[in-house]
């Protein structure tokens, strides 16, 4: 089944600008509060995420808003503005601390937690925030916010019935996607593995509805529609004890999606590094997070929380990775 059309469009997607509006070296770091490295990461590679920044920084959306209390769309844009404004040299991110709980109820202020946990709780807090005010959309007008017009993509998964041949296909929007590297050693060999078709028998309760019983299935899921900003997490967690997976997976400074979608047809999808989180540590459970994101000016900084140091794309690409940020 194709998705139905979005009866409303909330953002227009060619209002959003992928080009830096106005070129500068970079803002300040970030102060840890405590534990807050994970945190600070994620404020910095959304702070440099040009599209972002720039809907941010026109203030769009605090001029609209009428949230009372907590809105994520606004702490971000007082965040990003204040960071690309600011002259000082660290800057204190009090707003996101102080909402922490309304942002992911898992977290704690002052205990450690994951990078990727808390990008996918604040691009979430940022879609209730664009959702606010509009009831009872259908699914398809809730991906046209400006974070789904960024961030989001579609995936689409195909179901094949070793049986009887029938195919069922279905969609599934998503912010980021999650790699599997236990096997992979690269960037795009994760990728290969994710749209490679998976044999699932009928124990894991597949019931084919033309057989109509539990059957063995073949699936493929492939990337069906790109995102202007494509997340990717390189899943180091080996199993649920923290056990940390610690080889080095190669990723490209240029991405091209295009060997990742349903239709391999075409022109290449050629993709830009800008950000990149680094977990350092011997286990998933502690050790220490931080970053290298691309400023306006076209060159790379090493941010680890106050600290902010310019360095080549050599270094960027020779770490550990565990979060990838591409830019169409």
């Not at 974070?147 to 929007?173: E, N, P, W």
């Not at 236990?182 to 593995?193: N, Q, R």
């Not at 649920?240 to 240029?254: A, C, D, L, M, R």
Request: charged fraction near 20%.
């Amino acid at each position: 089944k194709e998705m139905t059309p979005p009866q409303r469009i909330l953002f227009p997607p060619e209002e959003i600008c992928m080009d830096w509006q106005q070129r500068q070296r970079p803002g300040p770091g970030l102060r840890n509060l405590g534990s807050t490295c994970y945190i600070n990461v994620i404020l910095q590679c959304l702070t440099y995420t040009p599209p972002l920044a720039n809907y941010l920084l026109s203030r769009e959306h605090s001029q609209l808003c009428f949230h009372q209390g907590f809105c994520m769309m606004c702490i971000m844009e007082a965040h990003v503005r204040k960071v690309l404004r600011s002259s000082a040299t660290a800057i204190w991110p009090r707003a996101v601390i102080r909402d922490l709980k309304l942002i992911g109820e898992e977290f704690e202020p002052d205990t450690a937690g994951d990078a990727f946990e808390f990008l996918c709780c604040a691009l979430k807090a940022m879609q209730r925030a664009c959702l606010s005010g509009s009831s009872n959309l259908d699914v398809s007008s809730q991906t046209t916010t400006i974070v789904h017009q960024i961030f989001g993509g579609l995936l689409k998964s195909r179901v094949t019935c070793l049986r009887c041949q029938a195919v069922s296909d279905s969609y599934k929007a998503f912010l980021h996607i999650l790699l599997d590297i236990k096997e992979a050693s690269s960037l795009t060999a994760a990728l290969e593995d994710f749209v490679t078709p998976k044999r699932l028998d009928g124990k894991n309760c597949f019931k084919c509805s033309k057989c109509e019983k539990k059957v063995t299935i073949s699936k493929t899921v492939t990337v069906h529609h790109v995102p202007k900003v494509f997340t990717v997490c390189l899943e180091r967690a080996a199993d649920h004890t923290g056990k940390k997976i610690s080889t080095f997976v190669e990723y490209p400074e240029y991405l091209d999606l295009l060997p990742y979608m349903s239709d391999t047809a075409g022109e290449p999808l050629l993709y830009s590094l800008y950000a990149v989180v680094v977990h350092s540590g011997d286990t998933c459970l502690d050790g220490h997070f931080f970053c290298y994101t691309k400023a306006s000016n076209g060159l790379w900084y090493k941010m680890d929380d106050e600290s902010v140091d310019n360095c080549g794309i050599h270094a960027v690409l020779r770490q550990q990775a565990y979060l990838l940020f591409y830019a169409r």
